[in-house]
């Protein structure tokens, strides 16, 4: 059967994919950091002209995050003004650059070799134009994946996003492991208040080149994405919103056949106001929504539980806590599949709330082991099961509601609005964590600490829950431009 009938599946799957590949490039960009932080904090240890301190390294570590958050709050005009096409492709260039500029940021201006506080401005400026790059994928690739989807599966080709950041994240866990192969990573104590590196000589590979080869690994999933961008079509949303129809009608008719491809392009058509529609057009609800669906994706402590898993497990004293960390790895992947399969059927606000429970079980029994003795699996089992609730519920149905709950007229702006508060929250989550987590009080030394991290994390688990209740509309099966409709009718009402 001709496919202006029926639609061409294996086309819009195509698409999809290549949309996914800046999902993977946004955990691999974010993650790459966890294999070369130690080599990188012992070369720019050897500076002469400034003192390296835990506290400069730890923004060095997240100095990406500053970019996500600039991306991502940029990331509306550049959709607007751009095209989501394009704005994909300036992305993937970002991505390119950062990686060949932090694996060698002493290009043109610095001796090779020689950390100084100068060079270590110009690197994290190129960790920085990789956080742009993240943080305008984070909010345009589930937002150009949504344009151009069937309503029918929707929620699903946008869950693959998800999907592709946690399987971007194992595979620089991965390559970062076969970079350093054999050779041995720094191993920095304080002694007398100053770091000090254990190990100079059999850590020399690392110190010298070991991280710089991790960065640049990723200049090949980045080029090979700005590659393909080139050769996807503009989301047939963004055609009509911009006046050129036949273009748009033609890539509708391409997924889903010509004959609905006009039904579609005339309910585009019927909301297409880009130019003249303001943010709160709809009333402040609906943005309001979009905002707190990015703050809990954050506030429920997913993030502080992903990049400290070595940590945690150590403190639990159970076996070598790299091994529970790619168990949970595992278990994520898993979990993040359960999503994919099941958000066309059960919809989005079941599997958001009972992952909001099902965190909170895991986060209250974590915080019930510090109080009482309880054997360390139990502990490792709560953690996983916390991970593994989020995964098939906050982790990818957050993105997929933010791609879809906003009118087509003020989507590129507030998409930006609530992914920016995402990352605003992950930065404030993750450095908030490890001073919360060691806190010290009375006999209870540092588990008191360790109780009250996962005790406020599930309390906010359980508001959640309430909040998607109460609050968040169903999207399951619903055309974007029926949630137009929606809110166009609750926005008036919360006008009168």
């Given at each position: ?231 996807v079509p503009e989301t047939p949303r963004y055609l009509a919103l911009t006046g050129r129809d036949e273009k748009a009608l033609s890539v509708l008719g391409r997924i889903n056949g010509i004959a609905q491809a006009r039904t579609i392009l005339a ?230």
């Amino acid at each position: 059967m001709n496919y202006t009938e029926k639609g061409d599946k294996l086309y819009l799957f195509s698409i999809v994919m290549v949309a996914v590949i800046g999902g993977l490039l946004f955990g691999y960009d974010t993650a790459v950091i966890s294999g070369a932080e130690k080599g990188l904090q012992a070369f720019f240890m050897g500076a002469k002209d400034f003192a390296y301190t835990d506290a400069i390294h730890g923004i060095t570590s997240s100095s990406a995050l500053i970019g996500c958050i600039i991306g991502s709050a940029l990331s509306g005009l550049f959709a607007s003004n751009f095209g989501r096409k394009k704005s994909l492709f300036i992305a993937g260039i970002l991505f390119f650059l950062s990686a060949l500029g932090s694996y060698h940021p002493e290009f043109l201006f610095f001796d090779y070799g020689v950390p100084s506080y100068s060079l270590l401005i110009t690197f994290n400026l190129y960790r920085v134009l990789g956080g742009i790059g993240v943080g305008l994928a984070s909010a345009i690739c589930p937002m150009y994946i949504a344009e151009i989807a069937p309503s029918s599966i929707r929620g699903t080709l946008v869950s693959w996003n998800q999907f592709a950041i946690i399987f971007g994240q194992l595979v620089v866990y991965f390559v970062n492991f076969l970079i350093l192969g054999d050779h041995i990573n720094p191993v920095i104590k304080v002694v007398d208040g100053v770091n000090q590196i254990f190990n100079p000589g059999d850590s020399l590979w690392v110190t010298e080149t070991g991280w710089r080869l991790m960065f640049v690994s990723e200049a090949v999933p980045a080029g090979l994405f700005a590659l393909l961008v080139l050769l996807v079509p503009e989301t047939p949303r963004y055609l009509a919103l911009t006046g050129r129809d036949e273009k748009a009608l033609s890539v509708l008719g391409r997924i889903n056949g010509i004959a609905q491809a006009r039904t579609i392009l005339a309910e585009i058509k019927a909301t297409a106001q880009e130019k003249t529609e303001k943010l709160f057009t709809y009333g402040w609800l609906v943005i309001f929504i979009g905002i707190m669906l990015s703050v809990f994706q954050q506030a429920v402590g997913i993030n502080a539980v992903l990049y400290f898993a070595p940590r945690i497990f150590d403190s639990m004293g159970m076996g070598n806590p790299m091994v529970q960390t790619v168990i949970m790895g595992i278990v994520n992947i898993s979990f993040t599949l359960v999503a994919v399969f099941t958000v066309e059927k059960l919809g989005r606000k079941p599997l958001l709330i009972s992952g909001s429970i099902g965190m909170a079980i895991g986060a209250f029994l974590v915080a019930l082991c510090n109080i009482v003795v309880l054997p360390p699996l139990v502990s490792v089992i709560s953690i996983m099961i916390y991970s593994a609730s989020f995964m098939f519920s906050w982790g990818p149905i957050c993105w997929v509601l933010i791609a879809e709950i906003f009118p087509n007229t003020i989507r590129g702006a507030a998409v930006a609005i609530a992914v920016a508060f995402q990352w605003i929250f992950n930065f404030i989550v993750s450095s908030t964590f490890v001073p919360m987590y060691n806190m010290r009080v009375g006999d209870m030394g540092d588990k008191f600490g360790h109780m009250f991290a996962y005790a406020l994390y599930g309390i906010i688990c359980v508001i959640a829950a309430i909040f998607v209740w109460k609050l968040v509309p169903e999207t399951k099966g619903k055309t974007l431009e029926d949630m137009s409709n929606l809110w166009r009718k609750k926005g008036k009402g919360s006008k009168k």
